[in-house]
């Protein structure tokens, strides 16, 4: 019996439902939540951070205290993403507005104005920014400056871009992030 198929179409069918299967058995991405407490971000922060601190209402954050600052992020491979950061700018009087550009594996994402007083900020990610295993997630900010240097009987030295309480990257499907 001859095949209804044209010549080298059962072939395609082949290879399209076996990459079907594929797509269908790799795992689902998972949520990555990196809090800033010494608990749950060991080993995560690679360079520009600072040691962890507390807020006056306890919650513990680092500083980025260089112009750029990454952490590592350990991924399941490409999936578009959602990274959500709770962060909020180093400031003083007259201080100019602070921005930070976001990067995956140098993949830039997105610059954005980091506005005073904490705030929850967005950025989608393409999945071929992301790879199986460990990723770098750098921000990059337009200016790190020292509390000495601009406010009056400050002694800090450090130089200060912006604080971090925490960095959620969620998968995202069809409609949006997936609940947890």
Known sequence: MRSPLRPGAASFLTLTLALAAAACSRPEPRTVFLNFDAESSTGSLISGWSGFEKTAAG?????AQAREASVAVTADG?????IRFRAWPFGWAE?????VTVWVNDVRLETMTVWEGPRVYSTASPGPAWKSGVNVLRFDFAWAEAPKDRIPDAADTRTLAAAFDWIEILPVGAGGPRNR
């Open 95 to 99: 201080a100019p507005p602070q921005t």
């Open 78 to 82: 490409p999936a578009d993403r959602l």
């Open 59 to 63: 919650d513990s954050f680092a500083w």
